[in-house]
């Protein structure tokens, strides 16, 4: 089973700031895309942003342009920063493979929780 490791979560004022890592075990973070999702309460799990082992990026329409997803090739992790804030961006978010994400399986692990609020 693969374990992947989010950290950084947090309360933000709107208009903040938040990064969020996520570390994979190196077989896994220089093969597959990896992506960040999140969940408010009540709905369901939705694509933040992807990141390809080329570093290909994808982001969701909510967060372009005030979002960038990297990855740390020596640490094997990756990042979320989240700029400009909003309360709708509060959520639990995840870090998980791409196509365990869209899978019959997605396997989430803990999360991270980010509240925006003033």
């Known amino acids: 089973q693969v374990r992947l490791v989010e950290s950084g979560g947090g309360l933000a004022e709107p208009g903040g700031s938040l990064t969020l890592s996520c570390a994979a075990p190196?077989?896994?973070?220089?093969?597959?895309?990896l992506g960040w999702y999140r969940q408010a309460p009540g709905n369901q799990y939705n694509m933040v942003a992807i990141?390809?082992?080329?570093?290909?990026?994808n982001y969701a329409d909510s967060v372009k342009g005030r979002a960038t997803i990297s990855r740390d090739n020596a640490k094997h992790t990756i990042y979320l920063r989240i700029n400009n804030l909003k309360p709708e961006d509060t959520a639990l978010y995840y870090c998980?493979?791409?196509?365990?994400?869209?899978?019959?399986?997605?396997?989430w692990g803990q999360g991270t929780q980010v509240t925006v609020s003033s």
């Open positions: 998980n493979l791409f196509d365990r994400a869209n899978s019959q399986s997605p396997d």
């Open positions: 990141i390809s082992p080329s570093g290909i990026t």
């Open positions: 190196r077989n896994i973070f220089n093969i597959y895309t």
